[in-house]
């Protein structure tokens, strides 16, 4: 399958989407049904790592699943990293920005691994009080 969910070796709240290849938007409708299900199962909040690093291009109709995203967004999705995404999925992620505030709540791009748990370590930070 060009698109695949697995949990992370060493965190336990942090699911990986791996893209490798060419894939369809009925590929991703079904990887994110799963992480949506995977998510839900779980009382913790659990963030995501997008691995885009294999990935072929984008399918063209990928805008076409906005309204899905926003609709099966779990409450309790933290951290989303899209690693590797190249400049056309960053646009394209500017623009479902607009079409799903619930979807793209916490939603961030990284060029590594290392940096995108970087930055759940810091999105996990509490917030310190103000002086």
């Known amino acids: 399958m060009p698109i695949t969910i697995r949990w992370d070796d060493d965190d336990p709240n942090v ?3 791996v893209f490798e290849g060419q894939w369809t938007v009925e590929d991703y409708i079904q990887s994110v049904d799963e ?3 995977a998510i839900k199962a779980h009382p913790e909040t659990i963030d995501l ?3 885009m690093t294999r990935s072929g291009s984008p ?3 990928l ?3 906005a309204g899905h995203l926003d609709r099966t967004t779990p409450d309790n999705r933290g951290t989303v990293v899209i690693v590797g995404s190249g400049l056309f999925i ?3 992620l500017r623009v479902v920005e607009n079409l799903t505030p619930r979807f793209s709540k916490n939603l961030y791009t990284a060029d590594t691994v290392d940096e995108a ?3 759940i370590a810091k999105a996990r930070e509490p917030d310190m009080p103000a002086d």
């Open 90 to 92: 960053k646009t394209l």
């Open 63 to 65: 805008l076409s699943v």
């Open 59 to 61: 399918p063209a109709k």
């Open 35 to 37: 992480i949506t299900q």
């Open 117 to 119: 748990h970087a930055m």
């Open 49 to 51: 790592i997008g691995d």
């Open 15 to 17: 699911l990986w989407q």
